[in-house]
């Protein structure tokens, strides 16, 4: 005799039951009133007179299945998975798939092995992606890249389900087959995807691989292409990146479409998932903007359960997990706001607050440090820059409103001893990289105008996708005093003015993430930020700004340790220039 | 370099291009005018002005997505799957679900291999799901039985992509551990079931084992539950099940509901194939419905793969294998007929015939026959039923408009040896069925009302689900002659009257199919037909109702090799009653 069938039955008492529940069903998008009796935690049951050893009443409340991210990437949070999990769960998330491609270029497969790790026994299910682009580009430094070999040990091992965004869609595209390697090792699996601005004859080539999904559509024309060329659309809603109002229109103009469709985060942060929340602002958003509940609902649950193949939930039904939620009303609207959450049949989050959390306590002891102390920083003589007469210098220019970058040509500053310097009544500052996974003093050097500095020097091990050292500073001083800053606290995110360290926040994890709590970690940014702002920053999150001057995937000019690297035409580039 | 991506690009010719055509949509249902490149067997690119080696100028036309059947029994069509696959290909079917039970009845493991090594290199493919209720109860004797492990040794020699209908529903729901050990057994794959009228807490139970899906709904109501339980609907539409009118407003009510739903043949014949169609029927019922035609085409393309796991197609898309096929027209509409079709990217029929078939010519010298030569032909005495003074006897009642029987107790007709004999005045006929797996000589006899057999009699080796020779007729004589017509034939279908033979039907694979064409098997079918007409038979059609009659999972009387069961109570049943 099987006990879930027994239970299922009504022949004996569930484990749990929840009584009075008002049941969103993203099968039929209607609510049902009955009860949900669980058994090892998996739904056996629903109807009604359900008897269980535990018995909740749900007062008419909504219960709704346990919401998933379909795309996060963990890191960005600077927490830890256990942190994240925390920070989500009371948000009503009981799954997510993570990209972990930040930790694999600052630790490599030992990063992703923390990772995995630390996800255990947590409130909710964290399934991580292979990290497909390792290092972004050859111009990029990480710790080891993962190619196609790696890749194919992650699955044998077990550590990921799927093949996390393949960025790298011009070597797709081209047939590279270091790329397409690591696509075929990763088997009949998801292929998630990203290629912005792919269209036509290239996006066949990219789609012909077998890559399925896409996270980057900023337009709805182009969601439409990719709608229609098979691949299942992310709707993006992070901290940076909006979409969700731009693409909704795909869904009211075809509700069909939410079985191609899913809600996604992408980049997010500690302070948006206090402040905002996670699936549930997603919810919130797309109701307000008059979507039907239920479809928006399966926009979180069903749709990214079916896209990763995760048949076992989605939706609150007999034989899936018990992964569900109560709502603070009975009625899914703008005002959607979880009360109560259930992970495979066990109270994970009570009246709003992390309940029962984790089984996981060891996690932290078991974290990587960063890999190698970092000894060679260069000396005030190495930061250097000789001018050469009449020549014009390179300088990477900052777009207020853009990710983008621009290559500016201007004649630089120069002082009594013939060297290029920072303009800053220009608004034109130094900016370094160095290597810090192997050590190797590797670094480059260069300008940066917008960033608003008006002394001293900012500097971060967060800086995509290599995550090396990368410091903006009005003077070699402070550079010089930030770099050291971010050697001795092993990673982190540092303020300096010439010798002095006015703030630092260390980011111990692989230089990336903190043992903070999720409110700590916000409030951590918030005095690095005001500290930022002290030496006359602007921008509004100049770490982020800074973090994004490296990733050598997205056009014009960025620096990493190996020097400028202009994206459009694909090579190292000098300052200087004629 | 990758090849396919070269040809996607458009940068080398593909090895097919098909020119203009209106390209069937079903992500975003709707038509694109374009070409179509192939590479490989698989769909390199959608767009304008792509080359190829081969070069088909479609003329505008419509070109849609291979079609699927997801749930068919190919024994039922009693052709080998190489016949069935042409007959299917003609109408642009490119891939079946195909439930191989009646041949695993029959031949046990050995008949699954045959029919399994019969498939390859045929202009469809044929994925199997490993037989799940062989026997179909405890009261039948097939070969022999398909237990866990044998279920499990189909999977590992992947024999199987899913698992068969999962007919016996009271034992799941009972938490039966055979039943539920053959479930686990197959793993992480679709659970295909069968569980008619099935609902609340029943169906709660009969779900908590994860079986997904169900093609026995007769009712909106019932398919409703089912949805909102999560479960996939196959809606049937087959030969003696037509389902498609009382389901689809289902999907008129909700056209997400497309996305959980598809249409499925499951019982189909030779005729039925031959007059009316496979999944290009379905169509045609389905718009002449006022279905919107991309949603048709959806529940026979996607939809079917996305349920069962086949990423690799279901839409005209890049990456996903290039199984298509051409309309005579440039919409679709009640009209809708196939031309041309192409597996793989090769062309497979040609103006409506199937051109390039099979690369399978040895098929039918590997094909298995029946196990065991039966030589136990009961002697006429043995056939006699002597009669018990004051008892009435139990008596099958065929029902003319239902698969359902009824117990009927009457007086028999008794002669002057004192033996209870038909009394074809009252329609009452002797009904036989005989062990033929393993030659035992078990055999049970009982009587049948409702049969209109006036002479003679009629076998067949046809007789669900074990498939021993079941023989109605109207004198012993005519019995055995038609027993020993099915024994030297080694399996098929006889018409007798006394010592003479007035037509045979030889099945030689395993008793339930034959080497000839679709239109030999359809014309021999007929003739047969005509045969049982001439000895009086009114039923349209007498070998399928006989062949039911020995079907012990379906109320109230059957007879099998054991005598007769009394399905309801579940025991086996006595002839005579006080």
Redesign the interface.
């Known amino acids: 005799?099987?006990?879930?069938?027994?239970?299922?039955?009504?022949e004996i008492p569930a484990d749990l039951v929840i009584h009075n529940a008002k049941i969103a069903?993203v099968?039929?998008?209607?609510y049902?009133f009955g009860d949900v009796?669980v058994?090892s935690g998996?739904?056996?049951?629903?109807?009604e007179h359900y008897d269980g050893i535990i018995n909740f009443d749900a007062q008419g409340k909504v219960l709704i299945p346990g919401m998933i991210d379909g795309h996060v990437h963990i890191e960005d949070t600077m927490m830890t998975p256990q942190a994240f999990a925390e920070a989500v769960a009371v948000r009503g998330t009981t799954a997510v798939m993570a990209d972990p491609h930040e930790i694999s270029n600052a630790l490599g497969l030992s990063g992703l092995e923390y990772m995995f790790r630390a996800s255990q026994g947590l409130p909710i299910d964290i399934f991580y992606g292979a990290p497909s682009c390792v290092p972004a580009s050859d111009f990029e430094t990480p710790y080891e890249p993962i190619d196609m070999t790696t890749i194919k040990i992650m699955f044998d091992k077990n550590l990921v389900q799927h093949l996390g965004e393949m960025m790298n869609f011009p070597a797709?595209?081209?047939?590279?087959?270091e790329a397409?390697g690591k696509i075929l090792a990763a088997g009949?699996v998801p292929l998630t995807g990203h290629a912005p601005n792919v269209s036509?004859?290239?996006?066949?080539?990219?789609?012909?691989?077998?890559?399925?999904s896409d996270h980057e559509c900023n337009e709805i024309s182009e969601a439409?292409e990719k709608?229609?060329?098979?691949m299942w659309i992310m709707i993006r809603e992070g901290a940076s990146f909006p979409n969700l109002k731009t693409l909704l229109p795909l869904i009211h103009e075809?509700?069909?479409?939410?079985?191609?469709c899913m809600a996604v985060s992408d980049d997010i942060t500690a302070r948006y998932l206090i402040e905002k929340g996670h699936m549930d602002e997603k919810i919130r958003i797309m109701v307000k903007d008059g979507l039907n509940p239920f479809?928006a609902l399966?926009l979180v649950t069903l749709s990214p359960a079916?896209y990763f193949?995760l048949?076992d939930r989605g939706?609150i039904?007999?034989?899936?997990i018990a992964d569900f939620s109560l709502l603070e009303s009975d009625v899914i609207d703008e005002n959607f706001k979880i009360r109560y959450v259930w992970k495979n049949g066990r109270q994970t989050v009570r009246d709003g607050e992390v309940y029962d959390i984790s089984d996981n306590e060891t996690t932290q002891h078991i974290a990587p440090v960063m890999k190698t102390a970092v000894k060679k920083i260069p000396s005030l003589e190495q930061l250097k820059v000789k001018y050469q007469p009449d020549k014009n210098i390179n300088v990477i220019g900052i777009n207020e409103r853009s990710i983008l970058t621009t290559t500016l040509q201007m004649k630089p500053k120069v002082d009594y001893d013939g060297f290029a310097v920072p303009d800053i009544e220009n608004d034109v500052a130094k900016i370094v990289v160095l290597e810090r996974h192997r050590d190797t003093g590797a670094f480059g050097v260069g300008f940066v105008k917008g960033f608003g500095i008006k002394r001293g020097a900012v500097g971060s091990s967060v800086a995509h996708d290599a995550h090396n050292f990368v410091v903006i500073g009005t003077d070699d001083l402070s550079i010089q005093t930030a770099l050291k800053s971010l050697a001795k606290m092993g990673g982190g995110l540092t303020v300096c003015d010439e010798e002095r360290i006015l703030q630092e926040f260390a980011l111990p994890i692989g230089g990336l993430m903190s043992y903070l709590t999720p409110a700590e970690v916000s409030r951590e940014l918030e005095k690095m930020e005001n500290a930022a702002s002290n030496i006359g920053i602007k921008t509004a999150h100049p770490f982020m700004v800074m973090s994004f001057l490296c990733l050598t995937v997205i056009p014009e000019l960025r620096i990493t340790d190996q020097g400028y690297v202009d994206i459009t035409k694909g090579y190292i580039q000098e300052i200087f220039v004629r």
Chains 1, 2 share one sequence.
């Open positions: 005799m099987i006990k879930i069938a027994s239970v299922a039955r009504g069903n099968y039929t998008l209607e049902e009796a058994c998996k739904i056996a049951g629903i109807g797709v595209i081209n047939g590279d087959a397409w009949n036509g004859k290239n996006l066949n080539a990219y789609l012909s691989s077998g890559v399925s439409r709608l229609k060329r098979g075809n509700p069909l479409n939410a079985s191609r479809i399966r079916e193949r048949y939706g039904a007999p034989g899936k």
